[in-house]
């Protein structure tokens, strides 16, 4: 057994030496050894160029959805942070338009306006201990907006021109003559009662008329428009150019509100 083992000893030490001469006695002649490995490999590139081909693409698609996704991500944190931001943006704008009209001392801040009774009424941070009276007048920028309807010990509802069962006496400044102001409910506003025989055009100036003490004449709403329409009864109706912007109300001017030197010391509440 041992014999055998050194037999193929022998044999094997005598391939690897022949397989040694034979290297040696080819390496002068490299280059033929070298031009049969680029043939072996210029043939076996077409059979795996798919694959490569495959491989590359795969990697590229992977990179793509990879980079894809963390794109999507930063967009969407970015989106949050905006979102947040404009939040804040816009809470603070409330703040300080609140801290704004609150420094008026003759203006009421509108503290809600509902959606169903958008058009009627509002309500204010102002009341009884502020000196709001029912029947005052409220103004936007020196002209009428509404009369107050309802007032508590802090709060105040200001019924809009705009509203369809307010009525307001006013006279036409050009032509002295008188009429009755009335809303539609849908932020539209009307002089009725006016005779379709006076000649009257649009841009006249309207204000209000003498009624009672609460609501003074000389109050200006604003102007005749283009738009009118004929009723029954020899009656002309006028559509109104409010000067108040009934749309945008933030804050009105209640006639008869106390400034700070006229309210007691004592016994009055802070407005909502």
């Not at 204010?124 to 009369?147: E, M, T, Y």
């Given at each position: 057994m041992t014999e055998k083992n050194s037999e193929r000893e022998?044999?094997?030490?005598?391939?690897?030496?022949?397989?040694?001469?034979?290297?040696?006695?080819?390496?002068?002649?490299?280059?033929?050894?070298?031009?049969?490995?680029?043939?072996?490999?210029?043939?076996?590139?077409?059979?795996?160029?798919?694959?490569?081909?495959?491989?590359?693409?795969?990697?590229?698609?992977?990179?793509?959805?990879?980079?894809?996704y963390v794109l999507q991500e930063r967009l969407n944190t970015l989106k949050e942070e905006n979102e947040r931001l404009n939040l804040v943006w816009s809470m603070e704008n409330a703040r300080n338009l609140r801290r704004e009209l609150d420094g008026f001392v003759r203006y009421a801040r509108?503290?809600?306006?509902?959606?169903?009774?958008?058009?009627?009424?509002?309500?204010?941070?102002?009341?009884?201990?502020?000196?709001?009276?029912?029947?005052?007048?409220?103004?936007?920028?020196?002209?009428?907006?509404?009369?107050?309807?309802?007032?508590e010990d802090d709060f105040a509802w200001v019924e809009l021109l705009s509203s369809s069962s307010l009525m307001i006496p006013v006279v036409i400044e050009e032509t002295r003559d008188l009429g009755v102001v009335a809303g539609d409910g849908e932020g539209g506003v009307w002089l009725l009662y006016v005779p379709e025989n006076r000649m009257l055009k649009s841009g006249m100036r309207v204000s209000t008329a003498m009624v009672s003490?609460?609501?003074?004449?000389?109050?200006?709403?604003?102007?005749?428009?283009?738009?009118?329409?004929?009723?029954?009864?020899?009656?002309?109706?006028?559509?109104?150019?409010?000067?108040?912007?009934?749309?945008q109300l933030y804050a009105l001017e209640v006639l008869g509100l106390r400034t700070p030197s006229q309210e007691k010391p004592a016994g009055g509440r802070s407005g909502l």
């Open positions: 022998w044999i094997h030490g005598l391939l690897a030496l022949a397989a040694s001469l034979l290297l040696l006695a080819a390496a002068p002649r490299r280059e033929f050894f070298r031009g049969a490995v680029d043939f072996v490999g210029e043939v076996l590139r077409y059979p795996e160029y798919p694959a490569v081909f495959i491989e590359r693409t795969t990697r590229e698609f992977s990179v793509w959805f990879a980079d894809r509108i503290t809600l306006r509902e959606p169903l009774s958008w058009w009627a009424e509002v309500r204010i941070n102002k009341g009884v201990h502020d000196g709001v009276v029912v029947g005052a007048p409220a103004l936007q920028s020196g002209f009428l907006a509404g009369r107050v309807s309802g007032a003490e609460a609501l003074p004449p000389g109050i200006p709403l604003g102007s005749l428009g283009e738009e009118r329409r004929e009723t029954s009864g020899g009656y002309t109706e006028w559509r109104i150019l409010p000067g108040a912007s009934l749309s």
